[in-house]
């Protein structure tokens, strides 16, 4: 059964670094064509795609936010883990980690419950 | 970069009705590379149709995917009661990019 669940924190001030991580368990992160994403959905808005991580380590990264973002992979804890610089209430939403199966076929079939993060002092 | 445009933005329905919701591409999308997602209220999308027409795993029948080049439908040919949600399409032939969505609401 494959299952993805976000975690990390509820709450971050403005300015700072956002840490989520997403545990997978049902399937190897580093099986021939899994990759892994970051989706985020600010409240009462449209999803948007954030970062990618491919079985062979090569990352993609939305442009407008290439600068703040960064994704790893940990692949013996079934891990991936995304950091968010310079966080701005404007970053308020539900972070969702998603699978991505396939070589072509790059759409998502697995996605994580997701976890609400709120930019605030 | 396309841009995918859906619409209508919101479409009122009873159950029983035919829903058809659009779903247009700026420029015409490579091998049909489209997909649709089903979100209901606080929960994560779920995967619907790819590849413009193919249904994903478990989705009823009443669910279906069609068009080509620039124009998608999504249709579901007679609403029930946990179809009311909001649904995304979805190009994937280049990183990920979402339409703003179509919420289906009850009547």
């Known amino acids: 059964q494959v299952t993805l669940k976000e975690s990390g924190p509820a709450l971050v001030k403005p300015t700072q670094t956002l840490t989520l991580t997403c545990t997978i368990s049902?399937?190897?992160?580093?099986?021939?064509?899994?990759?892994m994403n970051w989706i985020r959905q600010p409240p009462g808005k449209a999803l948007e795609w954030l970062a990618r991580i491919d079985w062979d380590d090569e990352k993609f990264y939305t442009t407008s936010l290439k600068s703040r973002l960064t994704v790893s992979k940990d692949t013996s804890k079934n891990q991936v883990v995304l950091t968010m610089t310079n966080m701005d209430p404007m970053d308020t939403a539900t972070y969702y980690c998603?699978?991505?199966?396939?070589?072509?076929?790059?759409?998502?079939?697995?996605w994580g419950q997701g976890i609400l993060v709120t930019v605030s002092s | 970069e396309i841009v995918l445009t859906q619409s209508p933005g919101t479409l009122s329905l009873s159950p029983g009705e035919r829903a058809t919701l659009s779903c247009r591409a700026s420029q015409s999308v490579a091998n049909n590379f489209l997909a649709w997602y089903q979100q209901k209220s606080g929960q994560a999308p779920r995967l619907l149709i790819y590849?413009?027409?193919s249904r994903a795993t478990d989705i009823p029948d009443r669910f279906s995917g069609s068009g080509s080049g620039t124009d998608f439908n999504l249709t579901i040919s007679r609403l029930e009661p946990e179809d009311f949600a909001v649904y995304y399409c979805q190009l994937y032939g280049s990183l990920g990019t979402f339409g703003q969505g179509t919420k289906v609401e009850m009547k």
């Open positions: 590849g413009a027409s």
């Open positions: 049902g399937f190897s992160l580093s099986t021939h064509l899994m990759r």
């Open positions: 998603a699978r991505i199966r396939g070589g072509a076929d790059l759409y998502f079939d697995y």
